[in-house]
């Protein structure tokens, strides 16, 4: 299995208080990427980074920030949350570009109350 | 606009029959396929991919095929168990060693084995 490490897995929290989830890797791959999975959607892309602070937008964007200081974490930040925002979170890592699957962590259950 | 699109949301076969799962896609530009399992509580797994350059790959029980001129990929589980039980993503991307390899998925199709 993938060292992917995702913290917290579960987080209840209050509209307008920021969150942070945390994506650890011990596979030293490049590429690092966070999700959102709703039903309905299947998984979709909200940010992803190809190398320390080197960072893009994904489909879903809007609302969340990233960081990468570390080749090993990758942060997602929530600045502000909403309820629309209550998802199921997750961290995907891959070697290099060239149609390396993804591999996904277990996920964090975020819920905005 | 769903650009990978799996029209049935649930499928239920018999222990030991084949089960087929399916997926359309509209983006021609897609090259590499893949399919990932995901039981509850867990993150997907990765099953298997495919390129544009090939028609068919296969792994074990696991085969995907491509017909790129339909726009449609299925993969096909031979023999059933009961373990495959589980939520079948597929994805696709384009770029064949392109920079960013971003993954579009489709909404999932829950297979059930009955033993």
């Known amino acids: 299995d993938a060292g992917i490490t995702q913290s917290p897995r579960h987080k209840v929290t209050e509209t307008g208080t920021p969150v942070t989830l945390r994506c650890h890797q011990t596979?030293?791959?490049?590429?690092m990427y966070w999700y959102r999975q709703d039903p309905g959607h299947g998984l979709r892309l909200i940010h992803y980074s190809y190398g320390v602070k080197d960072t893009d937008k994904g489909e879903v964007s809007d609302g969340y920030s990233v960081s990468r200081s570390k080749t090993e974490d990758f942060l997602l930040t929530l600045e502000s949350a909403t309820s629309s925002q209550t998802s199921v979170y997750f961290c995907?890592?891959?070697?290099?570009?060239?149609?390396?699957?993804?591999?996904f962590g277990d996920g964090t259950r975020l819920s905005i109350l | 606009d769903q650009q990978v699109k799996q029209n049935s949301p649930s499928l239920s076969v018999q222990e030991g029959r084949i089960s087929i799962l399916n997926c359309d896609y509209t983006?021609?530009?897609?090259?590499?396929f893949l399919w990932y399992k995901k039981y509850p509580a867990e993150g997907p797994t990765f099953l298997i991919s495919?390129?544009?350059?090939?028609d068919k790959n296969e792994d074990g029980r696991f085969t995907v095929f491509l017909n790129k001129s339909a726009k449609h990929l299925s993969l096909h589980i031979v023999p059933s168990q009961p373990g495959d039980s589980a939520v079948y993503f597929c994805?696709?991307?384009?770029?064949?060693?392109?920079?960013?390899?971003?993954?579009?998925f489709g909404t999932g199709t829950l297979l059930a084995v009955q033993p």
């Open positions: 995907a890592i891959s070697r290099d570009h060239s149609n390396q699957p993804q591999h």
């Open positions: 495919i390129s544009s350059i090939k």
């Open positions: 983006n021609s530009m897609f090259d590499y």
């Open positions: 994805a696709a991307s384009e770029g064949y060693g392109g920079a960013t390899n971003k993954l579009i």
């Open positions: 596979e030293n791959h490049r590429y």
